[in-house]
């Protein structure tokens, strides 16, 4: 794997040796009966030299080139022409498939300073049309499914170097606006490598997932890993997984699929939906490798998801936390083959000094997933104010170093020496030579073990104590079934001190008490699990609380919409002073807010 110096020369390989082979098998939405869509090697490497003609004519060799399709082979070939044409594509999410307008891709489109649009011919006359409207008049767009466009024949290889940008990777934008990570091929190839030491995966594995394409762990885990290795895998649109989540343990069960994954809420998901007569039909023992990662791994998630997957052959040490970022390119670390998920009980008070204890008879707890061990990066923690690392079992900001670290985000030096380029200081004013990726991630090192415990910028610290919105946000939904299968979010607001505000979704059908008996129960959870005051709380209509595309909580966006007064609640218990500082709207109910339960069911 090491002999190549491009991604480019890799897939050139791979196409060629594995030939009639199928690279990738695409399920359809199946509502209409519809059947499987094949693409061997050999297609994907005819339509990629077709369509990197097209590119190659019109000078978009070492340009941007911005992707916007519909989940299918069709995203997959332009991708691979991008790589042939060595122009840099820009996966992003196609509006109308997110039901949205176009301002997210309008900013990706100007801050790439893409030359050109991919896309479908269904998608074609739209995307044409929001060009011409935004006034990107330079800017071409081709429908890749149109078979005259393009020769194959008059493709030449491009000239790339190991430092070439392979694709721009647009983050998700948890905590801020999305910055276009620039991936090089040295960084692609460095990371397929160490994603396959990581989890073991050779020739005889079978891929298989859901993610969008546009999403690192879509892209690289799903569709670029299995060309890395030269082997099949089985693609489904995220719609179908949503609405029908049997379907994509139908998916494994049928192909034999061995390494899949996603986010936590999709193992939750399948322990909520699955019904028995679904789980008796399925066989899950292909399944070594279940990826766990891109939001904060629960240990209730896996013992549930064990549990009730058992009878179709799933086991516990099948599942792989792993935790990484589209900054890392992918993957950082994760749990050795077969070890199965690793939980950590700790002292609740010392975790929220920022240390790790051993528990304390009849005193609260708190359970830490690892996300394993990283065999190529080296990882300190460090104190994210002072920048001197912290000792083992102390919690401070994930700091990396490996050659699958980008060199930093499209257009933007200060950023770049601020995140990617920080140096280690000893505490006597002097520092290391720098280099180090400022993740903003918190964690703790244990026992050569990674726990990821935060978001920085999403901790709340309230009287000197370190709290993780996540923690808060998991016990209030143990509390009632209203809760249970709703998002929250939890973050502070400052006035004269810190305030914590707690933001729920409820099904108003699995109300069983009025809402004022609801924000209650979520005020007694918080005072008594955490001892803070928890006097605000909103509670709102499921798909209020926004998500990343991995369906990470937007925590930072939520306290941005509160304090401009744009979250409707349904019943809502602020206290005056952090009412004082939220924005008025004209749809403010002269109660507060306060509603009875029947004014919405």
């Not at 983050?171 to 692609?188: A, E, I, M, Y």
């Not at 973050?491 to 059908?509: K, N, Y």
């Not at 990343?548 to 909580?553: D, E, L, N, Y």
Request: aromatic share 8%; with cysteine; hydrophobic share 40%.
């Amino acid at each position: 794997m090491t002999n190549f110096r491009t991604f480019t020369e890799l897939v050139l390989e791979r196409t060629d040796a594995r030939s009639a082979a199928d690279a990738f098998i695409f399920l359809p939405d199946d509502a209409r009966g519809s059947v499987p869509q094949h693409l061997t090697f050999s297609g994907l490497d005819r339509e990629a030299r077709r369509i990197a003609s097209w590119l190659q004519e019109r000078g978009a060799a070492g340009r941007q080139v911005l992707l916007l399709f519909p989940p299918g082979l069709d995203f997959v070939k332009a991708f691979t022409a991008c790589l042939y044409a060595g122009a840099v594509a820009v996966p992003g999410p196609l509006p109308a498939e997110q039901g949205q307008h176009f301002a997210r891709v309008s900013g990706m489109l100007r801050d790439a300073e893409a030359c050109a649009v991919l896309t479908d011919a269904v998608n074609a006359p739209g995307i044409s049309a929001w060009l011409a409207t935004e006034g990107f008049t330079d800017v071409l767009c081709l429908a890749t499914d149109d078979p005259d466009r393009g020769d194959a024949n008059a493709w030449y290889p491009p000239l790339l170097a190991p430092e070439s940008p392979a694709f721009l990777q647009y983050t998700s934008g948890s905590t801020s606006d999305p910055k276009g990570v620039v991936v090089s091929h040295r960084n692609l190839l460095a990371n397929e490598a160490a994603i396959q030491r990581s989890i073991g995966t050779d020739t005889t594995t079978v891929c298989g997932g859901w993610l969008p394409f546009y999403h690192d762990m879509g892209l690289i885990g799903h569709i670029l890993h299995p060309l890395y290795l030269g082997v099949p895998t089985v693609l489904m649109t995220p719609f179908a997984f949503l609405k029908h989540p049997a379907r994509w343990l139908r998916m494994i069960s049928d192909y034999g699929v061995t390494a899949s994954g996603g986010p936590n809420f999709a193992y939750d998901l399948c322990v909520r939906r699955v019904t028995d007569e679904q789980l008796g039909t399925l066989d899950l023992s292909s399944w070594t490798t279940a990826c766990n990662g891109a939001e904060p791994i629960r240990a209730e998630t896996f013992r549930a998801f064990t549990e009730r997957f058992a009878p179709a052959g799933f086991r516990p040490e099948q599942f792989f936390p792993c935790y990484g970022m589209a900054e890392t390119t992918l993957l950082v670390s994760g749990i050795p083959r077969t070890a199965g998920p690793r939980v950590l009980d700790v002292d609740a008070a010392a975790f929220e000094r920022g240390e790790l204890a051993d528990p304390r008879e009849g005193a609260p707890t708190r359970s830490l997933v690892s996300s394993g061990i990283a065999r190529d990066f080296d990882i300190r923690i460090v104190d994210p104010e002072s920048k001197v690392e912290k000792p083992g079992g102390h919690i401070g900001e994930i700091w990396i170093k490996g050659d699958s670290v980008a060199s930093g985000y499209w257009k933007r030096p200060r950023t770049n020496k601020e995140i990617f380029d920080a140096a280690i200081c000893d505490g006597t004013g002097g520092q290391d030579g720098g280099g180090w990726l400022r993740t903003g991630d918190m964690g703790v090192l244990q026992d050569g073990q990674l726990y990821v415990t935060g978001r920085l910028k999403e901790m709340v610290i309230l009287a000197g104590r370190n709290l993780y919105p996540q923690d808060i946000e998991r016990a209030v939904q143990s509390k009632d079934k209203a809760f249970g299968a709703g998002a929250g979010a939890v973050f502070s607001v400052e006035t004269d001190r810190e305030h914590l505000v707690a933001v729920q979704e409820i099904r108003p059908g699995n109300v069983t008490g009025d809402l004022r008996a609801l924000a209650a129960t979520v005020q007694a959870c918080v005072s008594k699990e955490f001892s803070v005051p928890a006097g605000n709380v909103l509670l709102v209509r499921p798909g209020t609380v926004r998500k990343t595309t991995s369906g990470k909580i937007q925590r930072t966006l939520m306290r941005k919409l509160f304090l401009e007064g744009r979250i409707t609640a349904l019943y809502e218990v602020l206290e005056p002073a952090v009412r004082a500082v939220v924005a008025p709207t004209e749809a403010a109910d002269a109660t507060g807010g306060k509603q009875p339960l029947e004014a919405v069911v």
